[in-house]
């Protein structure tokens, strides 16, 4: 079935550095990607989107490109804050249904 | 914006007590989810609606009930609380299908 697996966390990182948090899937079809973040204590935030192939998703610095070829969805920052700290999720949705498939976070902390 | 609104923050219910869980979107979103989230275990789907009165089960549905009467409210029943029924417990809408969903804020429920 469709699966979504997230690199293992905890991140930690420095301000001011590079962030990759890498995501790879397994689905049939073409499913549309997402990325989440949660802040502590809180529910999910939509981050970006990705609908199709080559796609590049991106907000508040963040980006993610749908790579088909490789069946990823890798999200990347070139200059991460204290205030970026917080659990992201990658997710896809399974089209045959109505449900989002979610892989089990990867939890980042910015130190300063 | 989207809201999703739950009702209620923090709970602490009795075990063998009858819980109800509720939330509320304001975008007569056609699909509804309740997930629970528990440390290491990422979010797990419980139960989905995608339309007043249907009900589909998710993944971890034993223990657990639904209840859609109309279009903007899910509620979740815990029949009968039990301990290992303390966790995060977070809604989300969405319109149609590989769309994003919207989260509500969490209630943290703890069952003593």
């Given amino acids: 079935g469709n699966s979504v697996t997230q690199m293992e966390g905890p991140v930690t990182l420095s301000e001011e550095a590079f962030l990759t948090i890498n995501c790879t899937y397994t689905a049939t079809g073409y499913p549309s990607l997402f990325w989440y973040v949660q802040y502590p204590g809180e529910g999910l935030q939509l981050l970006l989107k ?26 990347e920052k070139g200059s991460v804050q204290v205030s970026d700290s917080a659990v992201y999720f990658c997710a896809l949705s399974d ?13 980042l902390l910015v130190r300063p | 914006d989207v809201k999703v609104t ?16 509720e939330c509320v979107q304001d975008m007569d ?45 899910f ?4 029949e009968s609380a039990s301990t ?3 966790s995060m417990y977070l ?22």
Avoid at chain 1, 95 to 107: A, H
């Fill in chain 1, 50 to 75: 990705a609908t199709k192939a080559d796609d590049k998703g991106s907000n508040k610095g963040f980006e993610a490109t749908y790579r088909k070829e490789t069946t990823s969805f890798h999200l």
């Fill in chain 1, 95 to 107: 089209g045959s249904s109505y449900k989002l498939i979610f892989g089990s976070g990867t939890r």
């Fill in chain 2, 6 to 21: 739950q009702s209620s923050r923090y709970l602490v219910k009795r075990t063998g007590e009858k819980v109800f869980l």
């Fill in chain 2, 29 to 73: 979103h056609e699909n509804m989810f309740w997930y629970r989230q528990d440390p290491g275990l990422g979010l797990r789907l419980i139960y989905f609606s995608y339309d007043v009165k249907m009900k589909e089960k998710g993944d971890i549905p034993e223990g657990y009930s639904v209840s859609r009467e109309k279009k903007e409210r």
């Fill in chain 2, 75 to 78: 509620s979740l029943i815990l």
């Fill in chain 2, 84 to 86: 290992n029924q303390t």
């Fill in chain 2, 91 to 112: 809604c989300a809408s969405s319109f149609g299908r590989e769309t994003e969903a919207f989260f509500g804020q969490g209630t943290r429920l703890t069952v003593v």
